[in-house]
């Protein structure tokens, strides 16, 4: 048992890992995942666009959570209700594009005729796939990272969410108690999902340290994130309900973010990028109390 383990404030393990090639799309749950300084390898490195070239989302589309990605060696399948698969090449894009996510333009590059139109077809409006340029550098916020430079990719803002298995339980009771059947964390689009600690700790860690074979890795979570209506659509059927938002409501309004209702922690990678995580890796940490 490495020295940091026993004398932190918290201590757990990694129970699952999630990845989301294409944003808003389904995700890929995975045992383990390559951890880049812009969170998971392939995490949000395509993005939907529409015919403006804005960003497309389950906020108006929830019938994305049907499309179901399947990573491969040197291909990312894409499989929904009624359409074949379509195949995106790793290493494979067609042509320079301009893109808006959160009023932001970024770099990106078109995945093609075929691509667009599977999504235009299976969304019912003119849509297009692009692909993250690896050669520019979008960065969280530094008003929340302290002002570290922390790159991602198509991600709302931050490279890894972290959550808690206590959370959701904790969630879940509350569920029951009006009446209303469990939901699985997936709702919440996390990338890490910690076990071992109370509901909502994530809220008040320092820096996560990972326990990675040799290696350490530091994820420091530095916003509490803020959430729209997509954990009240259904993954299993893209349908929308109100259940969730309305029970967060009565007891996660976050007064950092001005009375936002918030679930997981949008985190940072302090140290460690290039090292793989694992499920069941172990992890420690200290609260903090601002």
Same mark, same amino acid.
């Given at each position: 048992?490495? %020295?940091?383990?026993?004398?932190?404030?918290?201590?757990?393990?990694?129970?699952?890992?999630?990845?989301?090639?294409?944003?808003?799309?389904?995700?890929?749950?995975?045992?383990?995942?390559?951890?880049?300084?812009?969170?998971?390898?392939?995490?949000?490195?395509?993005?939907?666009?529409?015919?403006?070239?804005?960003?497309?989302?389950?906020?108006?589309?929830?019938?994305?959570?049907?499309?179901?990605?399947?990573?491969?060696?040197?291909?990312?399948?894409?499989?929904?209700?009624?359409?074949?698969?379509?195949?995106?090449?790793?290493?494979?894009?067609?042509?320079?594009?301009?893109?808006?996510?959160?009023?932001? &333009?970024?770099?990106?590059?078109?995945?093609?005729?075929? &691509?667009?139109?599977?999504?235009?077809?299976?969304?019912?409006?003119?849509?297009?796939?692009?692909?993250?340029?690896?050669?520019?550098?979008?960065?969280?916020?530094?008003?929340?990272?302290?002002?570290? *430079?922390?790159?991602?990719?198509?991600?709302?803002?931050?490279?890894?969410?972290?959550?808690? *298995?206590? %959370?959701?339980?904790?969630?879940? &009771?509350?569920?029951?108690?009006?009446?209303?059947?469990?939901?699985?964390? *997936?709702?919440?689009?996390?990338?890490?999902?910690?076990?071992?600690?109370?509901?909502?700790?994530?809220?008040?860690?320092?820096?996560?340290?990972?326990?990675?074979?040799?290696?350490?890795?530091?994820?420091?979570?530095?916003?509490?994130?803020?959430?729209?209506?997509?954990?009240?659509?259904?993954?299993?059927?893209? *349908?929308?309900? %109100?259940?969730?938002?309305?029970?967060?409501?009565?007891?996660?309004?976050?007064?950092?973010?001005?009375?936002? =209702?918030?679930?997981?922690?949008? %985190? =940072?990678?302090?140290?460690?990028?290039?090292?793989?995580?694992?499920?069941?890796?172990?992890?420690? &940490?200290?609260?903090?109390?601002?």
């Amino acid at each position: 048992m490495s %020295s940091f383990y026993p004398q932190s404030d918290v201590s757990g393990t990694i129970a699952r890992l999630f990845v989301y090639p294409v944003k808003s799309c389904a995700g890929v749950e995975v045992q383990e995942a390559l951890l880049t300084e812009t969170g998971l390898d392939l995490d949000r490195a395509w993005m939907v666009v529409d015919a403006r070239g804005e960003f497309v989302t389950q906020r108006s589309r929830p019938r994305m959570a049907l499309i179901r990605p399947q990573i491969k060696a040197s291909e990312v399948v894409l499989r929904a209700p009624g359409m074949l698969a379509l195949h995106l090449g790793l290493d494979t894009v067609e042509a320079p594009a301009n893109v808006t996510l959160w009023g932001e &333009a970024v770099p990106a590059w078109d995945m093609g005729a075929v &691509a667009a139109q599977w999504f235009s077809d299976f969304l019912g409006q003119p849509c297009r796939l692009v692909r993250f340029d690896p050669d520019h550098q979008r960065l969280s916020s530094m008003r929340w990272t302290g002002g570290i *430079e922390a790159p991602n990719q198509f991600s709302d803002g931050f490279p890894v969410l972290v959550c808690s *298995e206590g %959370s959701m339980q904790d969630l879940n &009771a509350r569920l029951a108690a009006l009446g209303h059947p469990a939901v699985g964390v *997936e709702r919440f689009r996390p990338n890490v999902v910690i076990a071992g600690v109370q509901p909502h700790d994530e809220d008040r860690l320092d820096v996560i340290r990972l326990e990675c074979d040799a290696a350490e890795v530091h994820l420091r979570p530095v916003k509490p994130c803020a959430r729209c209506p997509i954990p009240d659509v259904d993954p299993a059927t893209g *349908e929308t309900g %109100s259940a969730v938002g309305a029970t967060l409501r009565t007891y996660r309004q976050d007064k950092r973010l001005d009375g936002a =209702i918030t679930f997981g922690m949008n %985190s =940072i990678v302090l140290h460690g990028a290039g090292t793989v995580l694992r499920v069941g890796q172990r992890l420690a &940490a200290d609260l903090r109390f601002d």
